[in-house]
């Protein structure tokens, strides 16, 4: 696969073109190339463009709304394909996933949820806008080993603490383990909140919660 195919990935995303991102994702299938790697090197520079553009005022909601729909047509073709390729292992435990309270964005949290089922978790995936009480009551439903809470607004990730209080008040805390993560989040703030993990990425969200459950 050549720079210019990933070039022209991240310009389906930074142009808002769900019919050309997804073309390319099944040209990417179809050349044998690593799903990741396309989702990696190809369309999430797109967003990283279009979302550093809407930050300094050279981009517009539409743009951002256009490039969210093309990400989403990648992910859709590329999605399945990642999940077969991790098909057939062991289970890892329960993970409870969702996109915290107030907040929409859920094109990382699903890519993590099928990294995570991909290595052999059970993934529940609340889908987004879900409050803290709700991880906590399908956590206990399910027997969860870890929820993972994902942000990607400065004014929602407040909110991941609160999954924390919740699980703590049903008495889930500290056997339940929480991972937090999304564009602003960092490892000193999942710290100070008291989370057991914090990733970057999809492929490192796989790293920690092996790692938080001694699985590593
Ligand atoms: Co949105 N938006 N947005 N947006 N949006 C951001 C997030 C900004 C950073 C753009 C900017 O200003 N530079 C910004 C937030 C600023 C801030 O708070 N600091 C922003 C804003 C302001 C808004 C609105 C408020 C805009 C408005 O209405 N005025 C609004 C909020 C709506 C709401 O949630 N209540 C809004 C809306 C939208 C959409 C709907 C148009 C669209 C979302 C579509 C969708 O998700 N279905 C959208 C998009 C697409 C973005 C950007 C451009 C891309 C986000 C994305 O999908 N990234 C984003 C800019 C950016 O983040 N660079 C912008 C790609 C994925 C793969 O990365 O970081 O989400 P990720 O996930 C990673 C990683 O964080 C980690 O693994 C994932 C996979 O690698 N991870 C976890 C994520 N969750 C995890 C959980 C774990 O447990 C572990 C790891």
């Given at each position: 696969m050549t720079e210019s195919a990933f070039d022209a990935m991240m310009q389906s995303i930074v142009d808002g073109e769900p019919e050309t991102a997804a073309a390319l994702a099944r040209r990417a299938i179809a050349d044998g190339l690593d799903p990741l790697e396309a989702i990696n090197r190809g369309f999430v520079p797109g967003v990283s463009q279009v979302g550093k553009a809407f930050g300094c005022g050279d981009a517009f909601l539409p743009d951002l709304v256009l490039a969210g729909e093309a990400m989403k047509a990648a992910?859709?073709?590329?999605d399945p394909e990642l999940a077969k390729r991790g098909k057939q292992?062991?289970?890892?435990?329960?993970?409870?996933?969702?996109?915290?309270k107030g907040d929409i964005h859920d094109i990382g949290k699903t890519l993590v949820g099928t990294m995570l089922s991909a290595s052999g978790f059970e993934v529940h995936d609340l889908g987004v806008d879900v409050p803290p009480e709700r991880f906590a009551h399908k956590a206990r439903e399910?027997?969860?080993?870890i929820v993972g809470v994902s942000a990607l607004l400065t004014t929602?990730?407040?909110n991941q603490r609160?999954?924390?209080e919740a699980l703590d008040d049903i008495g889930l805390r500290p056997q339940?383990?929480?991972?937090?993560g999304g564009a602003p989040v960092t490892r000193a703030y999942a710290d100070q909140i008291g989370a057991d993990g914090y990733a970057e990425d999809a492929i490192g969200a796989v790293a920690e919660a092996k790692r938080i459950l001694g699985a590593g």
């Open positions: 992910i859709a073709v590329l292992r062991q289970t890892l435990g329960n993970i409870v996933l969702g996109t915290i399910v027997g969860a080993v929602t990730m407040v609160s999954v924390l339940v383990k929480v991972m937090v």
